[in-house]
């Protein structure tokens, strides 16, 4: 893979949060590439940073967390050196995310309308389109700032084009309506709509569509592979369910507890998934076809963070564990081409 | 197919409308009909599944047969007796024969509570125990769960949420209930924890002879662990089969709408796109005839205009579907 | 071997384990909490004035003693002495006893008064909510002071039917926050979960709910507290509740009143007690209002 194919890439981060209980290493220096065009999943159970690994990419991390070392590079600049006004223009604009429960992040109080232009107006010069509109409709030529009222014409119009890519039904009504009057499923729309508005680079889906119906988060899922294909962004799922991974994702990576465990496309990790890790995860999964398996767990649970394991984190619960893996930590290395693993068993 | 002994549970034309309005000078429009027109049912031993989609009724149903909350219309048998009939004692003395695991877990147990008295409320209620022989008893329960005696004066927020949904578990297990309905108890869990709960129940169902009623949205779970299965759509049952048989083969066209929208974890399958139309529509006015006519890839004329019946077909499935008069 | 030391001290110890945690968490926010711990040590230093005012105050504060009234404040008499040349440090002293056990008694009493009320409301719910609530809003529209005023001069004089009609008059608010939380931990799963083990409507309502509402009630009752202070003080003040002699700060205040030209520390003194305590109530309320708000703690 060309260095130039590269969307992002992250090195080293690591991230602590400060609490009364203690310090929390929520991310242990984890390390990632996701490559231009692709769609990449991070999956992983709680606890293990995804959530924290989206917010250190948008700058979102607040007290009492801290991003202690590490790099973001997105399209060759480092993110984590950059001010917060930069990042603000990136965030909504380059790269843009979706959430999981669009009722807390739409505001109740607003009109769809509304929220979907103030990330329009924000991220995009519409003087061009306003000045054509003066022209073309109203016979005004001028060289002037355009009037706020067209501007907000043009936004309204952007707005309404965005829903239309996220096939919402009757998208003239939904602009003037508020979040309450909209189902489950056309409020992820509304969420998807502003995050395209802006033709994002980089599209980030945080379990977005885990509260959904399963017929509808079918609709989802199937809006986004046409979304990406329309936009030729790339797009980047973080999902507990191995099942939307294995459907939507071309590389993946596992996490677990603050680390990556192994990365590589994503039907080589289901085909021969290399860390006892990712193995037991596969082994606990109930399977809606083919043949019925005795499901077996992995014993014990996630550890805490706050004092987490010696060595490889997963250690206590590895049923392959030798005594270097409490004492060393494993290097994320390749096994084979394009697989890599973190786990003494293959070094 | 020969029946060996009577169903355990037996639910006739299970009807619950919500009236609509205000509660004092409501004569409201119309009503919610969560659920409307159910038959169901479970032979002992057994684990029926309830599957459908936020909305279809299965979680009002659930409560409904407990008797949580009061019905509109129709029967509810439990070992022949109709719950119906009984007045608040003898509701009461039922009560222990039946009992609920439910689906949020970050609210079912009281946070002022230790895990042993939550647990041993039953007994405390019902005056069963009390004292030492309370203390032994709640540690058993909390010992088939695979909990231990650390956890008895601990609280509920101290605890992670498989621990948790295990002492709710325990805490059904209290009063030696035949019948358990599970409201979703691995919804909100991880994976390698559902599959820990999941053996629990299953385990826990041989060794004392349970029958339950798993409610679930999620069809890889049913898959594993239920025996038949029930579909449901805006309050109606539209299909019910084995497990296995529903699993090859669907034959509503919302079934196999739902099992085709499955997230399959291979990636080496290749799906097709999902032939279904629009949003659920509203329980307070369904479309007429079958409910599910306006977003049903397969609709005729004569849906919209009469509503199919729940018919036997082969195998000792029943379907709700124009299709297969 | 595990069940023995489980019921010795080892046992005692998990068992209050999760107090413990919980306790350790409150006094780290307090600590980042200027002014709650200011609060605190106000109200604790007056706490301790109150419970050790027999022995520490140096004059009888009930004895008269005319010739040597109006000194000003001096070595033998730091407060001065008032009109009947009583001792004002030990007046003030005597009276912060009073002060406190008057506000814990009001609060205590609209508190159990409002819950029940207030929690019957919530849980049965239909009229018997309907009446409870328009009897609440009935006192409520009364301003609180003049209805205790109007209730203590039917009762007649006195420091203690100065506190029932306060508490009377304050009952209300409490009522409708608790039923405020009833309403929505009705819906919460260990309700529902009781209901299946058979737990009768009483038990549930005083064993799980109840005891789950109390969060938003502290905080107010702590700065209640404060007011109900303030109250006995108006009533004392305007002669209708405590009388002289006791060395109520209101009373003292009204006493006061009439030298304050030329002799101020006769009403100062009591004036500023009743400033600090209400202050340190307030601030406590505040305090507590932070660290019992899941949003606003900073862990």
């Not at chain 2, 997230?263 to 006015?285: C, F, M, Q």
Request: hydrophobic share 40%; aromatic share 8%.
């Amino acid at each position: 893979m060309n260095v130039l194919d590269v969307a992002l890439r992250v090195r080293g981060l690591e991230v602590n949060f400060y609490t009364y209980a203690g310090v929390v290493k929520a991310l242990d220096g984890i390390s990632f590439n996701v490559y231009h065009g692709e769609i990449f999943g991070l999956v992983g159970e709680t606890g293990c940073g995804k959530s924290v690994t989206v917010a250190s990419i948008l700058r979102l991390v607040d007290k009492p967390g801290r991003i202690i070392s590490g790099e973001i590079y997105f399209d060759g600049e480092d993110l984590l050196k950059k001010t917060e006004k930069e990042m603000r223009k990136i965030r909504g604009g380059e790269i843009t995310i979706v959430f999981q429960d669009p009722m807390t992040y739409l505001n109740p109080v607003l009109k769809i309308g509304e929220q979907l232009t103030e990330t329009i107006r924000e991220h995009q010069d519409l003087t061009e389109e306003a000045l054509e509109i003066d022209r073309i409709k109203h016979q005004k030529f001028t060289t002037k700032k355009p009037s706020k009222k067209r501007l907000k014409e043009v936004a309204i119009r952007r707005a309404q084009k965005a829903l239309e890519m996220v096939k919402m039904p009757n998208p003239e009504t939904v602009i003037d309506q508020y979040p309450h009057e909209l189902s489950g499923g056309m409020r992820q729309r509304v969420m998807l709509a502003m995050a395209i508005s802006c033709n994002p680079r980089l599209l980030i889906l945080d379990e977005a569509t885990t509260f959904l119906d399963v017929t509808i988060q079918r609709q989802i899922l199937e809006l986004i592979k046409d979304l990406k294909d329309d936009l030729g962004c790339t797009l980047m799922i973080i999902t507990h369910d191995m099942g939307i991974i294995a459907e939507m994702c071309d590389r993946m990576a596992v996490m677990y507890a603050g680390t990556i465990v192994e990365c590589a496309e994503t039907k080589k990790i289901f085909g021969t998934p290399f860390h006892p890790y990712t193995r037991g995860l596969l082994n606990a999964i109930p399977q809606p076809t083919g043949e019925m398996k005795e499901l077996k767990p992995l014993p014990g649970t996630v550890p805490g963070l706050i004092n987490p394991p010696s060595g490889c984190r997963f250690h206590p619960r590895c049923p392959d564990a030798k005594e270097k893996c409490s004492e060393v930590k494993p290097e994320l290395m390749a096994v084979e081409e394009g697989h890599l693993v973190a786990c003494h068993l293959y070094n | 197919m020969e029946r060996k002994e009577d169903p355990i549970l037996r639910v006739v034309n299970l009807k619950k409308h919500f009236p609509l309005g205000g509660r004092f000078f409501g004569k409201g429009s119309g009503s919610v009909k969560a659920v409307d027109g159910v038959n169901l049912e479970i032979e002992g031993g057994q684990t029926v599944a309830l599957v459908g989609e936020s909305g279809c009724g299965k979680t009002t149903l659930g409560r409904a047969i407990l008797r949580l909350i009061d019905i509109t219309s129709g029967e509810i048998y439990f070992r022949d007796v109709n719950l119906l009939n009984l007045n608040k004692k003898e509701m009461r003395e039922m009560r222990m024969n039946m009992q609920l695991v439910q689906q949020d877990i970050q609210s079912a147990l009281d946070p002022r509570m230790t895990i042993k008295a939550s647990v041993g409320e039953g007994l405390v209620v019902y005056g069963i125990d009390k004292g030492k022989e309370l203390r032994e008893k709640v540690l058993s329960l909390l010992q088939k769960v695979g909990l231990g005696e650390e956890h008895l004066n601990r609280f509920p927020q101290e605890f992670s949420g498989g621990q948790r949904q295990r002492v709710c578990i325990s805490r059904a297990l209290a009063l030696n209930p035949k019948f358990i309905i599970l409201d979703e108890p691995t919804a909100s869990l991880d994976v390698s924890v559902q599959a820990q709960i999941l053996n629990l129940l299953r385990d826990l169902q041989n060794e004392l002879e349970l029958t339950y009623l798993f409610i679930s949205h999620d069809l890889s779970v049913v898959r594993y662990i239920s025996d038949e299965v029930y579909v449901m759509y805006l309050g109606k049952i539209v299909e019910k089969a084995g497990t296995r048989d529903i699993f090859k083969r669907q034959l509503h066209p919302y079934t196999s709408t739902l099992f085709s929208a499955i997230p399959i974890p291979d990636p080496n399958v290749k799906r097709e796109r999902l032939r279904l139309k629009g949003e659920v529509p509203s329980a307070i006015d369904p479309p007429s005839g079958c409910s599910f006519h306006p977003r049903c890839p397969d609709a005729r004329e004569i849906c919209s205009e009469v509503e199919p019946e729940l018919r036997a077909v082969e195998g000792g499935r029943l379907v709700a579907c124009h299709l297969y008069n | 071997m595990e069940s023995d030391s489980a019921k010795g001290l080892g046992g005692i110890i998990d068992r209050y384990k999760p107090f413990l945690q919980e306790l350790r968490h409150i006094l780290y926010l307090i600590r980042r909490s200027p002014l709650s711990l200011l609060g605190i040590t106000l109200f604790s230093v007056f706490l301790l004035l109150a419970i050790l005012a027999p022995y520490i105050m140096p004059y009888d504060p009930f004895k008269i003693n005319l010739s040597g009234a109006f000194q000003r404040p001096n070595i033998e008499h730091l407060f001065g002495t008032d009109e009947m040349g009583r001792d004002i440090l030990s007046r003030v002293l005597w009276g912060c006893r009073i002060s406190l056990q008057v506000g814990v008694t009001v609060v205590l009493i609209s508190l159990c008064i409002g819950t029940i009320l207030g929690g019957v409301a919530g849980y049965v719910g239909g009229a018997v909510e309907e009446i409870i609530m328009r009897f609440t809003d009935l006192v409520l529209a009364f301003p609180s002071l003049v209805l205790a005023m109007a209730l203590s001069a039917a009762l007649g004089p006195g420091l203690n039917n100065a506190i029932f009609a306060i508490s009377i008059t304050w009952w209300p608010w409490y009522a409708r926050l608790i039923r405020g939380q009833v309403l929505s931990i009705r819906e919460a799963g260990f309700v529902e979960a009781a209901r299946c083990v058979g737990a009768s409507d009483f038990r549930i309502l005083f064993r799980h709910i109840i005891p789950n509402s109390f969060g938003p009630v502290i905080v107010n009752a702590s700065m209640d507290f404060g007011w109900a202070i303030l109250m006995t003080s108006s009533l004392g003040f305007l002669g209708i509740g405590a009388q002289p002699p006791t060395p109520e700060w209101g009373a003292m205040i009204n006493a006061g009143r009439l030298y304050f030209m030329d002799k101020p520390w006769i009403a100062t003194f009591p004036g500023l007690a009743i400033l600090f305590v209400v202050l340190a109530s307030n601030l406590i309320g505040d305090g507590l209002g932070e660290i019992l708000n899941p949003r606003l703690r900073r862990r």
